[in-house]
């Protein structure tokens, strides 16, 4: 479809397909790129018609330019119904431009396009009598539905993130109230939120888990750093009731524990050591290897 639009200027091919982009996303920019489009295949025509204009003309003063309005009745022969939809259409999305409009529903996706179609058909077979286009509906149904079902897919992901995180003990109070102002599952509607749009939800919910994960390794972190004396002067204490259990004097466990006590550097340890017979050697005479 439009593949005439080449005929009266070959980059709005390119704006047509700005159009395509936008209804994949499902996004509200739909609106401004049919806008420019239509902006721009207008003053393209006039071009082509040596139609005089004022370059701050939009589509709606273009269209009510008496000359262009000959050419559209006259020449091209469109209806007047045809002229009147297109007109109402202009105003439609200048409207929704200036208001911002987030919903982008498959409906007024397809009778927009559809009311530019007639008069961009009626403008083709003017310059082309061999011209022969059909409004594929099924098409723009078949991008649109690819939209939704990505929806539903980050829907169900920012769910499950959300539930996974509402469980978080490690949460932050500024991350909870993230949680809260975060719609469930049910209160998503395909139509008003745009993929751009969840996007930007699912990532604000990584961030959280990333910060809660950061959060839990600092703290494992710090509780090793204040448990790590103590797992060294237990393993001393291990290493010595062995020999005194065992009742031998092992070079092995005696250079092991001289090795923890140089480690955290303890002289009430060495003091221990020191003060227990061992077949009449001393620790600090035995020999200490690296």
């Known amino acids: 479809m439009f593949k005439y639009l080449k005929d009266i200027n070959p980059l709005l091919n390119q704006r047509y397909m700005t159009i395509i982009r936008n209804i994949k996303a499902g996004s509200e920019s739909f609106y401004d790129s049919l806008g420019n489009l239509v902006d721009n295949y207008l003053k393209g025509i006039a071009d082509k018609e040596k139609i005089t204009l004022e370059p ?34 202009v105003r439609f999305i200048n409207e929704h431009k200036h208001e911002n409009e987030k919903a982008l529903l ?39 539905k690819e939209n939704v079902q990505e ?36 209160n998503f509607l395909p139509e008003v939120e745009t993929l751009n749009e969840l996007s930007i939800t699912l990532n604000k919910l990584k961030d959280i888990e990333i910060e809660t994960l950061n959060t839990k390794i600092d703290n494992a972190l710090a509780l090793l750093l204040e448990l790590g004396d103590s797992i060294r002067e237990n393993r001393i204490l291990s290493l010595a009731n062995i020999n005194l259990i065992t009742g ?43």
């Open 248 to 290: 031998t004097d092992n070079k092995f466990f005696n250079q092991s524990i001289l090795k923890s006590m140089k480690i955290i550097n303890d002289g009430g340890f060495l003091k221990y050591f020191e003060n227990r017979p061992k077949n009449n050697e001393k620790v600090e005479d035995l020999e200490f290897k690296d």
């Open 56 to 89: 701050t003309f939009s589509s709606g003063r273009i269209l009510d330019d008496s000359k262009f309005r000959e050419f559209l009745f006259d020449r091209v022969k469109i209806s007047r119904t045809d002229y009147k939809s297109f007109r109402n259409m």
């Open 106 to 144: 498959i409906d007024v996706v397809l009778k927009n396009l559809e009311i530019f179609f007639n008069v961009y058909v009626a403008v083709a077979k003017h310059y082309n009598h061999a011209a022969n286009e059909f409004f594929d509906s099924d098409y723009f149904k078949a991008i649109f």
């Open 151 to 186: 929806i539903k897919r980050l829907q169900h992901e920012i769910l499950s993130l959300k539930e996974k995180l509402e469980k978080e003990k490690n949460i932050s109070l500024t991350h909870s109230e993230v949680l809260k102002n975060i719609n469930a599952l049910e």
